[in-house]
């Protein structure tokens, strides 16, 4: 090892007396002496800058390696039509004898910017002669105009067509226009908890402003005050394969042509209300109604809501909104020795709700109207406070067996909250004929199989049997909150049922009933499709051709239809006047509490199953998806 590396060694010597002995007799022809100024601009020269109207300058410096004499450099300013006007850079740099920087003040016209958007400029050394070609000879500037933003502090927002829960956030006013407030990173939060994932992420911001009464919003003007927004990104990125995009909140307003036609529909979007803060009236509570909309497609998901329902509740620091709420529930009948009948219920009441009125009345007549005849003065009811009420009926002057307990939260002079709780009664002596079979199973192929496309839910509901008229069942609560799998705010109040006619097990049918729900088509109305058919041709004719239900074990099923696109179903959902079809997974069946072991089997699995799947859903997310998956199933499946 020792011999190789000597020989090695040696034998590079001769290598590097080659190489400098070329080197000996290579020529060098210097470079050319530098002259002028040699300007050019600092490697670390602040090239960002934010101005104000008061503030409306930025500088930066030039730098000279020769310095002995004074000397002006011409300097070039290139910037795109937009940013032109925002700029005032001198044409020229003057440097004083001995000085080694030039300071440039440069001037901005904050009234050509926009709040927040860049604006860039590029200024160079002119003339190649008085730069250095060592050194940067052009910087380019970014010049932004802040909106002029200050926090009120944290406040709070919800958006209900995607999470019912209220989120702390940042509430922001413009110092310059006092009307206008913004909240900062208002769908961070909501977008998470709803399990949306977002695709360009929400807007940073959602700003509104108070459009006082008398303002014009394209050829009208309106004659109260209400809140304007532009549309702001929601972060939610839409795609079912027919329609997809993100989502935004548009106001109403936008549409000029359509939605806003209407004034009163701007007016769903204002200040709830006001409060003092040092001295000076400030927003309180904001409510919103957008139409939650695809620019990209055009598609709307929610055009009713937004034009009845505040969707946004923004809540300003400081501010605890009244609390009217209420919950109502019924508990039995209570009859004096003198013969009156009392309903009693169970209320709970919000703190602020101290004037509460209740009174019974038909279970088919509106509560809100009734509730705007107490608060009126037109309807004479029954104060009352939380606990245990009692409250008087005749049921011979109502009329019917079926009846609600309304009671109505009044506050100045107005309807707060509006509550009912449904109950049956069959005068003194009586016994309901309605008596309880105990837990069956019901599935449903009709709500979140049309509006979500979800697969059919298996659940348990309480099932009743008419004692005069076997066969005859209710299925109880089906899509009560307390019920249903996915059950929310908006589904059917405790009480409702879907009347099943089984007294002919081969002649099995639902007439057209309410669901006690309204999603914004319009009251959700169930009919077996058979049933359509039987005032026309007859009961024994319609059973004939195979058209109704059938019992079997304790299993009630219904026949499945098609339509001629290939569409299957098995019943009709009414909304409003427009019908959908239901059942299109041929799955609605209700299993009765005598069904045989193997069927009731079937059902507990299936139970199971549902219950499973949903342990695992967030409510705000199966919620938000079920809204707005509305159009899509909807427009699909018109009957």
Not at 127 to 133: F, V
Not at 296 to 302: A, R
Not at 351 to 360: E, F, G, H, L, N
Request: aromatic share 12%; glycine share 8%.
């Amino acid at each position: 090892m020792k011999f190789n590396k000597i020989l090695s060694f040696a034998l590079v010597l001769p290598a590097l007396a080659a190489l400098f002995s070329c080197a000996d007799e290579a020529d060098y022809t210097p470079a050319a002496p530098v002259s002028g100024p040699q300007v050019y601009f600092h490697e670390g020269v602040k090239t960002d800058w934010t101005v104000t109207p008061l503030e409306p300058t930025f500088s930066f410096d030039l730098t000279r390696v020769v310095t002995d004499s004074e000397a002006n450099v011409e300097l070039k300013v290139v910037a795109d039509e937009a940013s032109m006007p925002v700029f005032n850079i001198p044409s020229a740099a003057v440097f004083q004898a001995g000085s080694k920087t030039a300071t440039i003040e440069c001037l901005v016209n904050t009234d050509a910017m926009e709040y927040d958007k860049p604006y860039t400029v590029t200024v160079s050394i002119a003339k190649e002669e008085d730069a250095t070609i060592y050194a940067q000879s052009s910087a380019t500037f970014t010049v932004t105009l802040p909106a002029p933003w200050i926090s009120l502090g944290m406040g709070k927002i919800a958006d209900s067509f995607y999470s019912d829960k209220y989120f702390e956030v940042e509430i922001q006013r413009n110092e310059l226009q006092p009307s206008m407030f913004r909240v900062v990173s208002p769908y961070d939060q909501i977008m998470e908890d709803a399990e949306l994932t977002p695709n360009e992420g929400p807007s940073p911001y959602f700003e509104f402003e108070i459009v006082p009464a008398g303002s014009s919003l394209g050829s009208r003007t309106f004659p109260e005050e209400f809140v304007y927004f532009p549309p702001t990104r929601t972060g939610h990125y839409y795609d079912d394969g027919t329609y997809s995009g993100e989502v935004y909140a548009y106001h109403t307003a936008h549409f000029n042509s359509n939605l806003c036609s209407d004034e009163e529909v701007c007016f769903y979007n204002k200040v709830v209300a006001y409060q003092e803060v040092n001295g000076e009236v400030i927003p309180a509570q904001v409510f919103l109604a957008p139409l939650y909309y695809i620019p990209k497609d055009g598609v709307n998901f929610n055009e009713s809501t937004a034009k009845t329902e505040g969707m946004i509740d923004i809540i300003f620091p400081g501010y605890v909104p009244s609390d009217y709420s209420v919950d109502l529930s019924y508990s039995g009948i209570f009859t004096t020795p003198d013969g009156t009948v009392h309903a009693v219920g169970n209320l709970s009441l919000g703190s602020d709700a101290t004037d509460v009125k209740a009174i019974v009345m038909p279970l088919d007549v509106d509560a809100a109207a009734i509730a705007d005849a107490i608060a009126a003065g037109e309807l004479e009811a029954m104060k009352v406070e939380a606990g245990r009420i009692e409250v008087p009926f005749n049921a011979e002057e109502l009329g019917g067996n079926n009846f609600q307990i309304i009671v109505a939260v009044l506050a100045d002079g107005a309807v707060k909250t509006v509550a009912s709780t449904s109950f049956e009664y069959y005068g003194a002596g009586n016994s309901n004929p309605w008596q309880s079979l105990g837990t069956g199973y019901y599935t449903d192929d009709v709500i979140l199989p049309l509006f979500y496309k979800h697969a059919p839910l298996t659940y348990e509901v309480e099932i009743l049997e008419h004692t005069e008229n076997p066969g005859l069942y209710r299925i109880m609560n089906p899509y009560a909150k307390s019920v249903h799998p996915a059950g929310d705010d908006d589904y059917a109040p405790e009480g409702m049922f879907i009347e099943v006619n089984a007294t002919d097990a081969e002649g099995v049918y639902i007439q057209q009933q309410s669901l006690g729900m309204d999603w914004g088509y319009g009251e959700m109305q169930l009919v077996s499709n058979g049933f359509r058919y039987i005032e026309a041709n007859g009961f024994d004719v319609v059973k004939g051709a195979g058209y109704l239900g059938k019992v079997v074990d304790g299993v009630i099923t219904f026949p499945t239809f098609k339509q001629e696109n290939g569409s299957t179903f098995q019943a009709i959902l009414f909304m409003g006047t427009s019908g959908y079809l239901a059942g299109m997974n041929s799955k609605m069946e209700i299993v009765l509490p005598g069904a045989n072991t193997f069927a009731r089997n079937m059902a507990i699995a299936k139970a199971n199953t549902t219950k499973r799947e949903y342990a695992k859903k967030s409510f705000s997310g199966v919620k938000a998806i079920k809204k707005i998956n509305k159009l899509r199933n909807l427009t699909a499946e018109i009957f």
